[in-house]
C-alpha cells in the first residue's frame, strides 16, 4: 500500500450484491461444465486402472474444487458467472480473489471427497450457505466471510 492510502491492486466494489437466484443459476451452469468434465476423468480412470467406482470418482470430485479455484483467481468470473454478468471481488475489495480467498470459499466443496456421507454433508453445507446469503444485506455467505469477505457482485 501506498503513504496515500491507495492500493492498485485493490479496486472498490463496483455493482450492487449478486442475488441469491443469479447465484444459484450460475453455480448451476458451472456445475453442468464441471460435471460433464468430471464424468469424462471418472470414464477414462474407469477404463484405464482397476480401481473401486469410488476412487475413480475422486478427482472428478476435485476437479469441481479445482474448477472454480482456476476462473475465480485467474478472471474474478467461472463461466457460469460470466454468462449471468456477475463477479467474484477478492477480499478487501480487491478486483478478483486470491488463490487462498478462492480455495477458502469453496473449501466446502471438498466434503464430496469424504466416502459415503461427503454428499451429504456437502448439501448440508450449500442450504447453510444460500440461507446466509439470503439473510445477509451485502448477500455474503458464510463461506464468503470465512474467505476474509469476498462478494460477488452484479455487474
Known amino acids: 500500500m501506498s503513504t496515500s492510502g491507495f492500493d492498485p491492486q485493490i479496486t472498490p466494489v463496483t455493482g450492487s450484491p449478486g442475488g441469491l437466484g443469479k447465484r444459484a443459476g450460475a453455480r448451476f451452469i458451472d456445475w453442468v461444465i464441471a460435471g460433464l468434465v468430471g464424468a469424462v476423468i471418472f470414464w477414462l480412470l474407469n477404463r484405464s486402472v482397476d480401481a473401486p467406482d469410488w476412487v475413480s470418482v475422486l478427482p472428478g470430485a476435485g476437479f469441481g474444487f479445482l474448477y472454480f479455484l482456476f476462473f475465480e ?11 449471468l454478468g456477475l463477479q467474484v471481488r477478492g477480499a478487501d475489495g480487491a478486483a478478483k480473489p486470491s488463490v487462498l480467498d478462492s480455495a477458502k ?30 439473510s445477509s444485506p451485502t448477500k455474503q455467505g458464510w463461506h464468503d466471510k470465512f474467505a476474509g469477505g469476498t462478494q460477488v457482485v452484479d455487474n
Open 73 to 83: 483467481v485467474l478472471t474474478g468470473e467461472t463461466p457460469g458467472k460470466k454468462i
Open 105 to 134: 470459499r469453496n473449501a466446502y466443496m471438498l466434503l464430496n471427497l469424504i466416502p459415503c456421507v461427503g454428499g451429504l454433508l456437502w448439501f448440508v453445507a450449500a442450504i447453510y450457505i444460500a440461507v446466509t446469503i439470503s
